[in-house]
Nanobody, 115 residues
Framework: QVQLVESGGGLVQFGGSLRLSCAAS????????MGWYRQAPGKQRELVAA???????NYADSVKGRFTISRDNAKNTVYLQMNSLKPEDTAVYYC?????????WGQGTQVTVSS
């Protein structure tokens, strides 16, 4: 079993920055992908950014150039640095860990960007 604990959400003004963190614990294999998804009211959950243990990344087009994902494999922690935030970035952000056939989610952290 794997547990994911997120932190760092909050309220920020247009153009501001936030940094999300997600620490994983439990049975974690070396080969995995950790990432962030978000879900705005009335919308489907969507990928924001993901990073494999080998360092390869994948970003949603809407956040490229503004968000940066990173991870500390020794700590099983993934980060999301969010800059130049826009009101349309407002959503609940969920941490995700995928390893082999297993898929785990955090409880979610609210990010609200005021205009």
């Amino acid at each position: 079993q794997v547990q994911l604990v997120e932190s760092g959400g909050g309220l920020v003004q247009f153009g501001g920055s936030l940094r999300l963190s997600c620490a994983a614990s439990g049975t974690i294999f070396r080969a995995n992908t950790m990432g962030w998804y978000r879900q705005a009211p009335g919308k489907q959950r969507e990928l924001v950014a993901a990073m494999s243990n080998d360092g390869s990344t994948n970003y949603a087009d809407s956040v490229k150039g503004r968000f940066t994902i990173s991870r500390d494999n020794a700590k099983n922690t993934v980060y999301l640095q969010m800059n130049s935030l826009k009101p349309e970035d407002t959503a609940v952000y969920y941490c995700n860990l995928r390893q082999y056939q297993w898929n785990y989610w955090g409880q979610g952290t609210q990010v609200t960007v005021s205009s």
